[in-house]
């Protein structure tokens, strides 16, 4: 079992800036591909970045230029830079962790799931 906890969310403007953390625990070492996820009142989870074991990183496309995730292996921590907020961006941010080869964005291949964060951007 794989334990996540996140934390760094919060309420800013837009154009602020967040940093969200991951802290994983447990058998660590069978985790292929971390991410983040979120979602919105009423709309589906969705991929928002994720990066695998040799640090390779997939973005969604409504966050490039934007966002970059992280991760510190000796920390077993995840972490995800939030640059330009918008107020779409609002949302419950999860961390997830799989141990098979899935589709990096796909929240549906994810096997493990914190609790979330929530981000809030005003306009």
């Known amino acids: 079992q794989v334990q996540l906890v996140e934390s760094g969310g919060g309420s800013v403007q837009a154009g602020g800036s967040l940093r969200l953390s991951c802290a994983a625990s447990g058998y660590t070492a069978t985790i292929y591909c971390m991410g983040w996820f979120r979602q919105a009142p009423g709309k589906e989870r969705e991929g928002v970045a994720a990066?695998?074991?040799?640090?390779?990183?997939s973005n969604a496309d409504s966050v490039k230029g934007r966002f970059t995730i992280s991760q510190d292996n000796a920390k077993n921590t995840l972490y995800l830079q939030m640059d330009s907020l918008k107020p779409d961006d609002t949302a419950m941010y999860y961390c997830a962790a799989t141990y098979t080869i899935a589709t990096m964005l796909d929240p549906y291949g994810m096997n493990y799931w914190g609790k979330g964060t929530l981000v809030t951007i005003s306009s």
């Open positions: 990066i695998n074991r040799d640090g390779s990183p």
